[in-house]
């Protein structure tokens, strides 16, 4: 069990969760859709590469995108997220979900 991400409550010090393992070695992640989701990365070696996309309220996978080598940094500004890897530079639109009514 490694590279995973845990939430933990500051005033109890205990664990409210933990992500599945092999979601975050970037050197770090950030918020997106205010603080309702996480964006974090994984890559290694001989491994596949993606960019996750977790629920902050329990830590489960949303969305895992694949990259061609292992994320980084992560910086998230208004609408778009921006992630370097180890030879290559990605930016993500951010979508809100639509309000029909």
Known sequence: MNAYVSAIDTKSRK????????VSNASNFTFIGGDAYLVTGYGFT???DFVYILRAK???IVARIP?????EH???ARD??????YNRDYV????????SR
Request: no cysteine.
């Open 15 to 22: 664990a409210l969760w933990h992500s599945a393992p092999l």
């Open 46 to 48: 001989a491994e596949p």
């Open 58 to 60: 329990d830590g489960a």
């Open 67 to 71: 990259v061609k080598s292992g994320p």
């Open 74 to 76: 992560i910086i998230a």
């Open 80 to 85: 778009r997220v921006f992630v370097r890897t």
């Open 92 to 99: 993500f639109e951010v979508l809100r979900p639509s309000t």
